[in-house]
Each structure stands twice: as structure tokens, then as C-alpha cells.
């Protein structure tokens, strides 16, 4: 970068600095280089403005490191959102090869229900507080754990082949309260409570 390279871009960008109804950027570039400018009034003893100064602060180093910790959170967020998904899938698969009823369909079925249902309370209007577009999408990755607590349930009571008999009925039942703690013990510190 030349003195005159740098002494150019001041005399560009310095009246849109001390102009209060113009908007200026907060960097500029010079050749590969990035500057951030810095204006300090100079004020005469009644305490008028007489004048000011500008300097450029190259920032360069900043901003690609800055970049490169953004691309580096990208990265772990993503590695994050994986695991979950994985561990979503291994839990709705250990349900899927203990009850014989359950098919991978139906997974993907009660997947795509929930999510098409929650979405169309979104687009509604609906519980505007709490449902958005993260909350629907969180809704169809996890929807596949609605029977984890199945697994808890007896063999005979989860594949019985005739009709459950009412006490029966009850234990099938409480394999929404099982799946409930099931899930909280076992993610409880790894995700964050609103997941959870």
C-alpha cells in the first residue's frame, strides 16, 4: 500500500464522516488490506469544532481471524446438529427393532405429519410465541422419539398378538412417561434444555 493509496481513500471517505446526515461503511479496502476509520474532533478553547482527525486502522488481521472463528463455530454447530440427529436416529431405532409393529415407515410418516402439522400452525399464526421456523424444523428431527419409552415395555405387552387385556393397556400406555425420562436422564448436559 503507497502513502498516496492511503492518503486517496481519506480524502474520499472524509466528508462523509463529517457529514452527520450521510451514512457511511465501517471498513474500507485498500489493495488487500481492510481499515476502519477513526475521526476525533479538534476543538478550539470556547469548544467549537476547528477540525478533525482522521486515521485508518488496518484491521486486516482482525477481521480474518474473525472470519475464520465464524466458519470454525459453522463447522462445530454443524458437527453438534449431527449428533443430535444421530442420536435421534439410534434411539427411534432401538424402539423400531424391539416392537414388531413399528416399521421404519412409520417413523418417516410420523416425521413428516409432525412437521407438516406444525408448520401449518405456523404459517396460521398459531402460538406465535413459541412456534417459528426453528421450532417446526426441531419438531421434524426429533418426532421420530414419540415411542422411545417403548423400550421399557415388557416383550409381551409390546408384541403381544392378541388384544391387550386393560392392565395391559395401562403399561402400553406409560410409554410416554418412560420415553420422557429416558430422554432426560439421558441428554440431560448434552443439549441445551429447550431441545431437551
Known sequence: ITQQSVFHKIQEIFPS??????????????ADQIFSPVQKEIFNKSGQTVGYILTLKN??????????????????TSQIREMQERTIIGFASLVEHRDEKVTGMHLRRTNAYSYVISEQLRKDGKFPNIIDIKWTDTIRRVAALHDVGKISIPDTVLNKPAPLTAIEFEEMQLHTIYGSEILATTLK????????
Do not use: A, F, H
Request: hydrophobic share 20%; glycine share 2%; proline share 2%.
Open 59 to 76: 484491521i486486516t488481521e482482525e477481521v480474518k481471524y474473525n472470519e475464520k472463528l465464524e466458519s470454525q463455530v459453522k463447522e462445530k
Open 17 to 30: 464522516l463529517t457529514d452527520k446526515s450521510k451514512s457511511c461503511p465501517r471498513n474500507y479496502t485498500i
Open 189 to 196: 448436559g448434552c443439549v441445551s434444555d429447550e431441545y431437551l
